[in-house]
């Protein structure tokens, strides 16, 4: 585990998501449209959905798995 | 779709600027705000993933034979779209695969190089740490075959100066190689009296030059060696370059055709579905086109 950044070496792998969901949302938002304010904005909300639907998949795998 | 407010410039010079360094085609374009976001993101994204795997996790596949190793491909299909860097892997895997890239036996210039590795003294029934410098240079062994000789001079664990005699069998491991460090192993000799006598063994490693391990494809060994050390962080690192790679396709194609949904300054309303908003608007529009018509008709 050398390789690793020192900070991020033993960090919860499910907290990755955060930074890759918001790179994913920038960026294909940034190539449907060209206005600065309109990217942002709509970054956020598919950041937003994004996340929701993890955090729902989840909560479904949790319950799925309680007591096993 | 392109909107005559978006300064495309040359689409295709911007697109091919976009594969080889995202950000670099808007920036062609002067669109500096997209310029910016592609780069920090695609570069962050790339970057990030290959550091997680000691910049090891870009491997391209053989160009020609070696189909065991073209399992790769699939992986590095998604990497090529981040541009110079996956370009830069396939030059390395050519150079990687050549027959002339092996373990070396043979010198054909004098070589000097800092040595860092043990030294076994059958003298001193002992192994040690030992840090130094190898002076290699080409040499005629028995019977006219072509050898390594040198000598290494450094300190020992405990800062004592030691220097041999190295000769008989020197190794060197393969000049391209996806590892910092190349191998060195060699016999410690004594040739007081021009008779050869055998001491003990040195075995460590030399630094390889950047050019010369940097995204090299990986052997089989250097392979499972990586997914030990890593474990399930070998998976992110891949899943990170490719999703770069993969965004890269997105931006390489906004500076070839500009945004896929227009400005940016259109109703809110059709942000999610542009065309089924766009065919219901042409629908009614035809159908108040028509309407004069169907009047009269009845």
Known sequence: MDALPTLLAHTNMTWYLLPLAAVISLVYSASRYEQTERILRRAGKLFAQIILFMGAILALLAMLSYRL | ?298
Not at chain 2, 7 to 18: D, I, Q, R, T, Y
Not at chain 2, 26 to 32: A, K
Request: proline content about 7%; overall charge negative; hydrophobic content about 40%.
């Open chain 2, 1 to 298: 779709m392109s909107d005559p407010r978006i300064p495309l410039k040359e689409p295709k010079l911007a697109a091919l600027l976009a594969f080889l360094l995202p950000g670099a085609g808007h920036l062609y374009q002067g669109r500096y705000f997209k310029a910016g976001l592609y780069a920090v993101c695609i570069w962050g994204l790339f970057l990030y993933g290959m550091s997680l795997a000691d910049w090891k996790i870009v491997n391209a596949p053989p160009l020609h034979g070696n189909a065991s190793r073209r399992g790769v491909m699939l992986k590095y299909a998604a990497q090529f779209g981040v541009g110079a860097p996956a370009l830069v892997a396939l030059m390395q895997s050519e150079r990687y695969y050549k027959e002339s890239n092996r373990p070396v036996r043979q010198l054909d210039a004098p070589l000097d190089a800092p040595f860092t590795g043990e030294l076994t003294l059958r003298t001193r029934q002992t192994a040690g740490d030992v840090t130094g410098t190898v002076y290699l240079e080409p040499a005629q062994g028995g019977f006219g075959a072509e050898v390594i000789r040198g000598r290494f001079a450094g300190t020992d664990a405990d800062g004592e100066p030691v220097e041999v005699q190295l000769g008989e069998f020197v190794e060197l491991g393969r000049p391209i190689s996806a590892d910092s460090k190349r191998y060195l192993q060699a016999e410690v000799i004594d040739d007081a009296g021009g008779r050869i006598q055998s001491l003990g063994h040195l075995h460590g490693s030399i630094p390889r030059p950047f050019w010369n391990w940097f995204v090299v494809p990986l052997d089989d060994q250097q392979d499972r060696e990586l997914h030990r050390q890593l474990g399930k962080y070998h998976e992110l690192a891949t899943v990170f370059t490719m999703i770069a790679g993969l965004l890269n396709v997105l931006a390489i194609w906004d500076a070839l055709e500009g945004p896929a949904y227009g400005y940016g300054d259109e109703p809110e309303s059709t942000d999610e579905t542009p065309d089924t908003e766009a065919e219901q608007a042409n629908t009614e529009k035809d159908s108040s086109d028509q309407k004069p018509v169907a009047e009269a008709v009845s």
